[in-house]
Structure formats: structure tokens, C-alpha cells
């Protein structure tokens, strides 16, 4: 096991109506705030009104910048630092997924900074100060809402870039299921999809003598693999939403990983697509993973058949163990079919001509990954395999 820090900071308050908290923990950090949103679905599920009701009983007055996209753009970015300039706000209240939670991010990092926020993200500066950030989340996926990690889209060049900095970890977070409840079974299947491959992306290390971190990690992924099909077929049963959700924040809080050195190669590969391309990031990683595994698993064959007979109870071959690696990457394969998602490129309608300049896109700052260190030639290699 590798030394490690384990700091994360951000106050959870789970659980059902927890939303009508917001003005309460808003008002600590606060009393002129931005309240951020997306494309309007907070509006017709009537959350909306709870928030804005909460805020305006805690004496909170806001600025709304609503219409934040998935996978969110630098633009929009850009128009809330100067709106928090101009009204000199002092918080950023997200109500909405990973793509809200990230725009407010960036612009909670760009509000003090003299020059452009990309600079953040293109490594020409670092982090050294942002405005706090409060959480209302409505969909178990990115895991954002206690992350240190903000992604974020540049129009052009459709450059999807990241940025990580414990400034950036929200201060609270309100995790209500019931909030969930609304959510498309597409988009509720491709949260699935990123939890997992939150989780596998720590998985699968090559530090040894890690067990309680792999342990966590089979039961975090066992608790999804089992509510996920039942959260599809009942949207409304609030066991299978709170699992699902605490198990989202659970897989991207950075427990999971401690003392190992963390993967993330699957990431940076599908990033490119959902830049490119503005599919969901988790039905990216749901063609991504799967091809990731069988270009690497030769690497430890003994993990990834551990992999296969602790969290996919496939039955252990002493003699092969290589087939029973490739039956837990088949099994994964299958699941991820099951919930409705798409498992090659071109089931996600990615076609062939791109994937040279995203090869050469995910690498331009070196090789990606750890497990296995992914040149251009792999991640090309990895794109073909997804096809
Ligand atoms: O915009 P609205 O109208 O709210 O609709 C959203 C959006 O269309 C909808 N939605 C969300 N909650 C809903 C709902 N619809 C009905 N009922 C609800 N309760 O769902 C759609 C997707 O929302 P989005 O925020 O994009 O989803 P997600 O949470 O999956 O976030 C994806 C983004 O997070 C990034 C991804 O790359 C992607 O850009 N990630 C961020 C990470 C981080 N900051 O730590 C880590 C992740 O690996 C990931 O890269
Ligand atoms: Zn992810």
C-alpha cells in the first residue's frame, strides 16, 4: 500500500426532502449567491421552486445563470464569472448533475483569477483561490459533488479538458434520491455506467497489498450491479435510488482509491468522444471500458480474474485463469447491454474517420493511464477494439 492523504471535506446531508436544508447551509457561507441549473428539468419536476422557496426563507438573494448543457461549455463559463463579478456574489449554488456541478466549479475558480479560466485547465496556471461551491444534486453519476475535479468543454477545437483542486470540492452536498426519481432510464443507466468505471478505474492498479481499497470497491460495484436493473424497471423505489446515489458519491470521493495508484486511462479516452461528439460521458465509458480491459488485462491476468469472481461470481478456472478474466469482461459487457447501453463505437454512433486525431488528442501531454501507460498507438489500437 502507497502513503496516502485522505481529506474530503465536503458535508453530505442525505436522504428524502433533505433539499429544503438548501437556504440553511447556503446562508452559513453567504447571503448573495449564483444559483446555477441546467437545461430546465429542475423546473418541471418542481425542485425549482423548493430551492428557490429555502433560499428566499433563509434571506438569501440570488442571481440565476440557468442553461448549463451536458458536458458543459467554456462559454457559459465565461458568462457567470462576469456575472458573479458584476454583482459581486460570493457563492455558486449548483441544482443538477456532474455537468452543473462543473461549470460552477469553473467558475468558482475563474471568479479571482485575473486572467482566463482555460488557463486553468490548458495548465498554464494553478488553483490558488475560488469561491465556495454548494450542491443540490439531482442525478447519481459524475460524482462531482464531493470531487476535487471539474471537466469542462472548449468550443473550439472541442476540447474537453479537466482541472482538480481541493479548492473546488463543494462545501455541502444535498443528496436527496427521491430527486432521481425523474430521471430517463438512458440517463439513469449511463450514471451506472460512470460509477462503475469510477470505481474500476481504481480497481484495476498494479500496487500490491491493497486489499480493503479492492474489497470496497467490489462491494461498491456488487451494491450497483444489483439496484441498477431494479431503479430501470421502478423508477420510484427509493432503495434502489439511494443506493445507487450513495454509491455514486461513495465511488468518486476518493475512499475507494487510497493507498493505490488510481488508472483513469479509460477516462481520458472516452473524454475525447464526448467532446467531439456530446454523447453522455457514461455511455462513452460503457464502450471505452470494456475495450480498455481486453486491451490490458494480459498485464495481471490474476486481477482481472479476481475481478470476474468476486464481483461477477463467475467460477474461478485454476487451469485458465485467462478465460476467467475474459468471462468477467464479457459479463461487464453484458450488464452494460442489459441497461440499455451501447457497447461499441458504433452503437454509440462514433463512426471511424476521427479516431487518429482523438488518439493523438487524448496523448499530446504524454501517455495516458497507469496500469498500463497507453501511448497514441494503444489508444488508437483501444478506439479499434471499441468499434
Ligand atoms: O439539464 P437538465 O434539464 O437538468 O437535464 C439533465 C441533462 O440533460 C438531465 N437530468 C439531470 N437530473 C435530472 C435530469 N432529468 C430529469 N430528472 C432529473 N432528476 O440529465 C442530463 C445529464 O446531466 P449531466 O449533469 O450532464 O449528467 P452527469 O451527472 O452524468 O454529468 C456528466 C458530466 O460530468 C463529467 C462528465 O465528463 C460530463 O461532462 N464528469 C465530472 C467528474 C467530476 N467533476 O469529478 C467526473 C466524471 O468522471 C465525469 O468526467
Ligand atoms: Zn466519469
Known amino acids: 500500500m502507497e502513503n496516502f492523504v485522505y481529506h474530503n471535506p465536503t458535508k453530505i446531508i442525505f436522504g428524502k426532502g433533505t433539499e429544503t436544508l438548501v437556504g440553511v447551509e447556503t446562508k452559513a457561507y453567504a447571503d448573495r449567491v449564483l444559483l446555477h441549473y441546467g437545461g430546465g428539468s429542475i423546473k418541471k419536476t418542481g425542485l425549482y421552486d423548493r430551492v428557490v422557496a429555502s433560499l428566499k426563507a433563509a434571506g438569501v438573494d440570488f442571481i440565476e ?156 460495484l456488487r451494491t450497483v450491479i444489483k439496484y441498477a436493473p431494479i431503479a430501470l424497471q421502478n423508477p420510484t423505489d427509493y432503495t434502489a435510488r439511494a443506493e445507487i446515489m450513495w454509491a455514486g458519491t461513495v465511488a468518486h470521493s476518493d475512499l475507494l482509491g487510497r493507498g493505490k495508484v488510481e488508472d483513469w486511462g479509460s477516462h481520458m479516452i472516452e473524454h475525447e468522444i464526448s467532446g467531439i461528439y456530446d454523447v453522455p460521458h457514461g455511455a462513452g465509458l460503457a464502450v471505452i471500458f470494456p475495450a480498455w480491459m481486453q486491451y490490458v488485462y494480459q498485464t495481471d491476468v490474476n486481477r482481472f480474474a479476481r475481478f470476474a469472481v468476486r464481483v461477477w461470481a463467475v467460477e474461478m478456472d485454476f487451469a485458465h485463469p485467462e478465460k476467467t478474466a475474459l468471462a468477467g469482461i464479457e459479463r461487464l459487457k453484458t450488464f452494460f447491454r442489459s441497461l440499455g447501453l451501447p457497447v461499441t463505437l458504433t452503437e454509440l454512433k462514433v463512426g471511424t474517420d476521427r479516431l487518429e486525431e482523438m488518439a493523438a488528442k487524448c496523448t499530446a501531454r504524454g501517455p495516458v493511464g497507469n496500469f498500463v501507460k497507453l501511448d497514441k498507438e494503444d489508444v488508437l489500437a483501444i478506439y479499434q477494439l471499441a468499434q
Not at 457563492?91 to 482555460?118: E, N, Q, R
Not at 427521491?178 to 474500476?200: F, S
Open 65 to 220: 445563470l440557468p442553461g448549463v448543457q451536458p458536458n458543459p461549455r467554456l462559454s457559459l463559463i465565461q458568462e457567470g464569472i462576469e456575472l458573479c463579478r458584476k454583482h459581486q456574489l460570493q457563492f455558486i449554488l449548483a441544482v443538477g448533475g456532474g455537468s452543473v456541478i462543473d461549470s460552477a466549479k469553473a467558475i468558482a475558480a475563474g471568479v479571482p483569477y485575473a486572467g482566463d479560466v482555460w488557463d486553468f485547465f490548458a495548465r498554464k496556471a494553478e488553483i490558488k483561490a475560488a469561491l465556495p461551491v454548494g450542491v443540490v444534486l439531482t442525478i447519481a453519476a459524475a460524482g462531482s459533488e464531493t470531487s476535487p475535479a471539474s471537466v469542462v468543454t472548449k468550443e473550439e477545437g472541442a476540447l474537453k479538458r479537466d482541472i482538480g483542486s481541493d479548492l473546488l470540492r463543494p462545501k455541502f452536498a444535498i443528496l436527496n434520491p427521491e430527486l432521481t426519481y425523474t430521471l430517463p432510464p438512458y440517463q439513469t443507466a449511463c450514471g451506472v455506467a460512470d460509477i462503475m468505471a469510477h470505481i474500476m478505474e481504481r480497481y484495476f492498479s498494479r500496487t500490491p497489498d491493497t486489499d480493503l481499497a479492492d474489497r470496497l470497491c467490489e462491494a461498491t
